[in-house]
């Protein structure tokens, strides 16, 4: 194969000093260095093409609509929602100062394997609405393995203190 594509290049007007015949090409890129022949066994996975590791989230709207989505381990349920076209407001943008990523886990199961709330995020979820039981501000939930079908809804309405309707768009 190699010797195939030696031929092919020198046909086309290509020398192995890197010039060409009716073009100039710049010297460092020598032809001979475009040729690969390592066995692609031996390479190991490109982390850019294979994607980070997701996990399966549910998210059900404001009016019972579920949306299922691949969340990728390490981002925070407010990212993923954004990231998904989902309608979680976040007027703080994930800074902890409001209430508005107010989500609800269907599973007092999942809710348990999630850390404990800090307080400051406990003193948030006072302020939110419709609380619960299972209730966690999105921006303070990190994705892990263990919410793998793990179902949240999103409350019918939510108190937004910085503009009555406001919602900022995610950048």
């Known amino acids: 194969m190699l010797r195939f594509c030696t031929d092919v290049l ?3 007007g290509f020398t192995a000093d890197g ?21 692609p066994n031996y390479h190991k996975p490109n982390s850019l093409t294979d994607g980070p590791e997701t996990v399966a989230i549910t998210y059900i709207d ?6 299922t989505v691949a969340a990728p381990l390490g981002k925070n349920l407010l ?8 309608d979680l ?8 100062a409001c209430s508005t990523c107010h989500l609800i886990f269907e599973s007092e199961d999942y809710y348990k394997k999630l850390p404990e709330a800090t307080e400051d995020e406990l003193d948030m979820l006072d302020l939110a609405f419709g609380l619960t039981d299972t209730s966690r501000l999105g921006c303070q939930v990190i994705v892990t393995k263990g919410m793998d079908g793990a179902r ?5 309405a939510s ?8 919602k900022p768009k995610p950048h």
């Open 79 to 86: 990212e993923v929602a954004h990231d998904n076209e989902i």
């Open 159 to 166: 108190r937004n203190f910085y503009v009555d309707g406001h």
């Open 89 to 96: 407001e976040g007027a703080c943008e994930g800074s902890l």
């Open 19 to 39: 010039s060409s015949i009716g073009f100039t090409t710049l010297p460092f890129l020598r032809w001979t260095a475009w040729l690969h022949t390592s066995v």
């Open 152 to 156: 949240v809804r999103i409350p019918a």
């Open 62 to 67: 404001k009016e019972g609509k579920e949306h």
């Open 10 to 12: 020198r046909a086309r």
